[in-house]
């Protein structure tokens, strides 16, 4: 009985304290709903999850909230998808949460853009001329492919916080890389048909999706990412939309209808609206779903006929600011 007991009581002190209870498990904020999706798969029964966007805003304009700085206060890592595209919230929340186990380089801070090789790193002239994507172009989530980097990022930031559950995150990992394996040799045959389509979105969100399934992103709205149009770029925009016949406008989900309304119109392309994240259609509740999603819509776009005859009569006389 006496050798029993001093088993136990040896056990409990080598092996690591198993989480039973909300009160033990590990605290994860995510920033967006595509990362807490990740971080479930990865944390498994270990994590509990919570994201502070819940996939309809805009990412660098989350409203903030006072319960947003509660939630991090008690986290015990947040996982965010860096380059900077939380610089409208995060920051600000973190001084609030006053949290030193999820400050910017603190183990507890899992950015998922470590593996990531950003594209469109703008030059010192871009940033002085307010571009809100001084690090490169944050919108990796739209490429399952890059996904699959953030994914691995998170198990790793898990790992070195709680190296204790490196197996389960690694077992968990793999299983989910494999779910996102299969899922992308679907994707990339089901998107045949959108080699050599070519876009304009209103936000510069598209790029990393466009690479991926060989379509060509050839403008946006904005003048630069966070810079509202002018007449003069729309017009300039519409001009080059008719001369290189560009298939389709992509207005994402939070930003204004009309205006890319007016320039599909204006140049024969189809209109089609996608999430930039999960989350915030009934269709996109997680990071597997909400690419499908956006396959699916795209290639409807495409496949229903040919452009549209440019509208003659539509020009930048129908353009208003945004949110005027
Ligand atoms: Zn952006």
Known sequence: MRCIVLFLLFSALILPASPTGAETK????????????????????????TNIATGVEDIHAVPMKPSFAILLNRADVVILMGLEAEHAFLPALLEAARNPKI???????????????????????????????PMGNPHYNLDPVEGKKAARAIADGLTRNYPEYAATFKKNLEAYLAQLDAAIVRWEQEAAPLRGVKLVSYHPDMIYFAERFGMDAVG???????????????????????????DLVVRELHYP??????????????????PAMSGGLPDTKDYISFIDHNIRTTLNAVQSGARAAADPNSDQSGYQRPGS
């Open 257 to 274: 209808a009309g205006l890319a309304e007016t320039v599909a119109q204006a140049t024969g392309a189809k209109l089609v609206e996608l």
């Open 103 to 133: 400050l910017r380089d603190a183990a507890g801070y899992i950015d998922c853009s470590v593996y990531i090789t950003p594209l469109e790193v703008p030059t010192r002239i871009d940033r002085a001329l307010g571009d809100i994507h």
């Open 26 to 49: 590990i605290k994860a904020v995510a920033t967006i709903p595509d990362l807490a999706d990740m971080t479930r798969h990865i944390g498994g029964d270990l994590v509990e999850v």
């Open 220 to 246: 946006t709205i904005e003048i630069r990412a966070g810079v509202d149009p002018t007449p003069g770029h729309i017009a300039d925009l519409e001009e080059r939309m008719r001369k290189e016949k560009v």
